[in-house]
């Protein structure tokens, strides 16, 4: 059973960072693509960004955000840098064997999903 859990989200002020953490277990995490979705209310789960064997961003989050992994600690992170009121989601980890680059963006192709973290950025 692979489990997916999340940490770091909370309150920040615009132009401030945080760093999410998503700790795995119950498989071969270094054999995974690991990735970070988003979900404002009211709007559709979009994708914040992945990692393979290269990294994939959001055109919107490009620049700001960077998403690393520890295949030693079976952790995944994204550090959000000069965060935007926009930003403000509730942010998911997942998790699939390796995918092609052509579907990391894609939420139905990952398999293993964390509960979530709120992020919040006020103005």
């Known amino acids: 059973q692979v489990q997916l859990v999340e940490s770091g989200g909370g309150p920040v002020q615009a132009g401030g960072s945080l760093r999410l953490s998503c700790a795995v277990s119950g498989g071969t995490f270094s054999t995974y693509t690991m990735g970070w979705f988003r979900q404002a209310p009211g709007k559709e789960r979009e994708f914040v960004a992945a990692?393979?064997?290269?990294?994939y961003y959001a055109d919107s989050v490009k620049g700001r955000f960077t998403i690393s992994r520890d295949n030693a600690k079976n952790t995944v992170y994204l550090q959000m840098n000069s965060l935007k009121p926009e930003d403000t989601a509730v942010y998911y980890c997942?998790?699939?064997?390796?995918?092609?680059?052509?579907?990391?963006?894609?939420?139905?192709?990952?398999?293993?999903w964390g509960q979530g973290t709120q992020v919040t950025v006020s103005s």
């Open positions: 997942a998790g699939n064997r390796r995918l092609s680059s052509d579907v990391v963006r894609t939420a139905a192709m990952y398999d293993y």
């Open positions: 990692i393979t064997w290269s990294v």
